[in-house]
Nanobody
Framework: QVQLVESGGGLVQAGGSLRLSCAAS????????MGWFRQAPGKEREFVAA????????SYADSVKGRFTISRDNAKNTVYLQMNSLKPEDTAVYYC????????????????WGQGTQVTVSS
């Protein structure tokens, strides 16, 4: 079992930056691939970024490439999402997720989820 708690969301102006954190507790965090997803009102949850257990493999949605960076610190049981050049369309609840196998972009293939943190980007 892995418990995930996101933090770092908030209100920011367009063009600004935020860094989200996802703290994990439980067993073997360093063996899990981690992902970030987001869900805007009235929309389906969508993939944002993912990172392998070692950090050697990264995957990003086209909409965030070049602006967002995913990273992890296995010593701190934490995964991060650095978000730069934020746009109003990035407004959503952001969730982190964990799975025991490799990096994938499909939400249904992640086993554990956090409660989410709200990110609001004003124009």
């Amino acid at each position: 079992q892995v418990q995930l708690v996101e933090s770092g969301g908030g209100l920011v102006q367009a063009g600004g930056s935020l860094r989200l954190s996802c703290a994990a507790s439980g067993r073997a965090f360093s063996s899990y691939a981690m992902g970030w997803f987001r869900q805007a009102p009235g929309k389906e949850r969508e993939f944002v970024a993912a990172i392998s257990w070692s950090g050697s493999r990264l995957s990003y949605a086209d909409s965030v490439k070049g602006r967002f960076t995913i990273s992890r610190d296995n010593a701190k049981n934490t995964v991060y999402l650095q978000m730069n050049s934020l746009k109003p369309e990035d407004t959503a609840v952001y969730y982190c997720a964990a799975r025991g196998l490799g990096v994938v972009t499909t939400a249904s293939q992640y086993n554990y989820w956090g409660q989410g943190t709200q990110v609001t980007v004003s124009s």
